[in-house]
C-alpha cells in the first residue's frame, strides 16, 4: 500500500537533508522517484541542505497540477514509483489534495516534507492541509537550539536582527547563521523557543542587551 507521509519540524531540523536521504536510500533499493519543490533558498528547480547537498527538482507553481503532471509522465513511458515533496509548506491545499490522489489511485508513495506554521506562529495552508489528510506525521528529531540553548519550536523572521509578526506570508531567506551580524534592513529568519518569540527577543537583540530576558516583574517591587 501506498501512503502519504509528512515530515515535519522547525527550520534548521534537516528537512531537507532528510528528502534527499531518502530518495537516495529509495533509489538505491532501485525505484525511480519525482522530486518537486518551491521557493528553495537556493533557486528554482532544486532541493538544497544547510550541509551542501542537492539535487535537481520539478519546481512547483501556483497553477501546478500535481496529478496532470504525474498522469502525463506515466502515460509518455517514464517510471515513477514514488514522489519526493519539499517545501511543502508553499504547496497550494489543491495541490496536496492531488497528492492524495495520486497515493490513493496511482499507488505511488508520496513523501513530503515541510514547516508547519509562519513567522506569526500561523499554521501554512499547505501544511494544514498535509496534517488532515497524510496517512502519518513525523516530527524530526533533530532538534535546533534557540540562542538561549532551549528546544527551538518557532520560525521567527527578522530584519536587521529583529523579530518582525507582521508581513507577507512567504518571503524567501535562510537562517543567519550564529556570530554573523545582520545587515540593516536583511531578511533573514531565526528559530526561537516560544518565550524568546513571544518576547520577539532574537540572538542579534539579547546580545545587545546588559539584560537579556527581561524580569516579569517591575524591579520596584523586589525587597
Known amino acids: 500500500m501506498a501512503d502519504l507521509v509528512f515530515f515535519t519540524g522547525p527550520m534548521d531540523c534537516g528537512k531537507s537533508t532528510l528528502a534527499l536521504q531518502v530518495d537516495h536510500t529509495q533509489r538505491t533499493g532501485g525505484r525511480v522517484g519525482l522530486l518537486l ?28 497540477d500535481l496529478w496532470q503532471l504525474v498522469v502525463q509522465r506515466l502515460t509518455t513511458g517514464q517510471r515513477i514509483d514514488y514522489l519526493i515533496c519539499d517545501e511543502t509548506q ?42 488532515e489528510l497524510a496517512d502519518r506525521i513525523e516530527t524530526l528529531q533533530v532538534q535546533p537550539l534557540c540562542w538561549c540553548g ?35 534592513g536583511e531578511v533573514a529568519y531565526e528559530v526561537l523557543c516560544r518565550r524568546h518569540h513571544r518576547l520577539r527577543m532574537s540572538r542579534a537583540v539579547a546580545q545587545a542587551t546588559l539584560v537579556p530576558e527581561p524580569l516579569p516583574f517591575g524591579q520596584e517591587t523586589l525587597p
Open 90 to 131: 508553499f504547496f497550494t491545499t489543491d495541490q496536496v489534495d492531488q497528492l492524495a490522489r495520486i497515493v490513493d489511485e496511482l499507488r505511488l508513495d508520496v513523501f513530503a516534507f515541510g514547516i508547519l506554521t509562519d513567522f506569526r506562529t500561523q499554521l501554512f495552508p499547505g501544511s494544514r492541509r498535509l496534517v
Open 37 to 64: 519543490t518551491r521557493d528553495d533558498r537556493a533557486g528554482e528547480a532544486v532541493i538544497s541542505s544547510r550541509l551542501g547537498l542537492r539535487e535537481t527538482a520539478e519546481e512547483v507553481g501556483d497553477d501546478t
Open 150 to 184: 532551549e528546544r527551538a519550536t518557532h520560525n521567527a523572521r527578522t530584519v536587521g536582527g529583529r523579530v518582525v509578526t507582521e508581513g507577507s506570508q512567504v518571503v524567501v531567506g535562510d537562517t543567519a547563521p550564529a556570530g554573523e551580524s545582520v545587515a540593516a
